[in-house]
């Protein structure tokens, strides 16, 4: 299964995030379609553009499509499409403009200027997911300015699968606030349908369109996100770590696929420095991971496959 390549704000050549318009874009086309510096492209294409507008397609899989209108200094808008044939123009949108009108959110800064904002963004040719620190200057610090955006299709449960593509981007449309859930990948894990600001293309049945999807994971410890109120590190009994798969829930009791390469961090995150490593040890064996910490949780992204 493939790895992800991983982009960092810090990265040489990389692209600056920041509250003006066009910043997003100008970031997902350096990471997902063009590469920059040493670092290559994922394989990703850009097929339609305007003024601070992109659409952008999978390269591989269902090749479905991520539009992003990003004219808002700070907020950009994201919405899914089975299908897009021009700019603004396509069919299968998730969310529909009835779950959500305009988009969802993307939250690049909580200031309206050239300050540069931290990002990390894990990618195949298929899924992708983006962490910005938008409230922060340094990858050492991470605050409820921080938001998320994942795009990308799951490892589905459902032989044939169709139209398992899925969005997750933000719902709270305030530009400055630092103590609220601006949009979290890991948000929550213990069983919850219905999330705020998660889609899928389609529901199982391969019937209707635009899906609000729920998550959890299979983790001993069923946070309200992962990383929080769990466990103590080493875990007393073991000394061990605990990670687990994160699923998307269709309802409270059934699973339609799990994410590719994020997992549960079955542990209190501020136990954790950001983007410590590890190896999989004697029960993970040859798989290489990475945390990921953001507002108040972590999340654990695998690096070296499971994609």
């Not at 769990?230 to 699923?247: C, N, R, T």
């Not at 059934?254 to 490593?277: I, K, M």
């Not at 999989?280 to 945390?291: K, Q």
Request: glycine share 14%; hydrophobic share 35%.
């Amino acid at each position: 299964m493939p790895a992800p390549t991983i982009y960092r704000s810090n990265d040489a050549s990389a692209p600056i995030l920041s509250g003006q318009a066009g910043a997003l874009v100008a970031l997902l086309d350096a990471c997902l379609v063009t590469g920059y510096g040493a670092k290559a492209a994922a394989g990703w294409t850009k097929p339609y553009t305007a003024t601070n507008y992109a659409v952008f397609r999978q390269g591989g899989g269902l090749q479905e499509y991520l539009e992003v209108l990003d004219t808002d200094p700070q907020m950009a808008r994201v919405t899914g499409y089975e299908v897009m044939t021009a700019v603004i123009t396509g069919t299968g949108p998730f969310p529909t403009a009835a779950q959500f009108s305009g988009g969802l959110y993307c939250r690049k800064s909580v200031t309206a200027n050239s300050t540069a904002r931290p990002w990390i963004l894990f990618a195949t040719n298929e899924t992708f997911y983006l962490f910005i620190f938008g409230n922060s200057t340094t990858f050492g610090t991470y605050s409820g300015g921080d938001s998320n955006l994942a795009f990308g299709q799951l490892i589905s449960s459902l032989a044939g699968d169709a139209s398992h593509a899925f969005l997750i981007a933000g719902t709270d449309t305030s530009t400055t606030g630092t103590t609220t859930t601006i949009n979290r990948i890991s948000l929550p894990n213990y069983g919850v349908a219905g999330l705020p600001g998660h889609y899928l293309a389609r529901n199982y049945t391969q019937s209707g369109g635009s899906f609000q999807f729920g998550k959890r994971s299979n983790s001993l410890y069923q946070q309200t996100q992962s990383g929080v109120a769990a466990a103590a590190y080493p875990e007393p009994v073991s000394g061990g770590l605990h990670i687990s798969e994160m699923w998307a829930l269709e309802t409270n009791l059934t699973t339609r696929g799990r994410f590719p390469g994020l997992l549960n961090l079955g542990h209190v995150y501020t136990s954790f420095t950001q983007f410590d490593t590890f190896s999989g040890g004697a029960t993970l064996s040859g798989r290489d991971f990475m945390f990921v910490l953001s507002g108040t949780y972590g999340v654990v992204i695998e690096t070296n496959g499971g994609w």
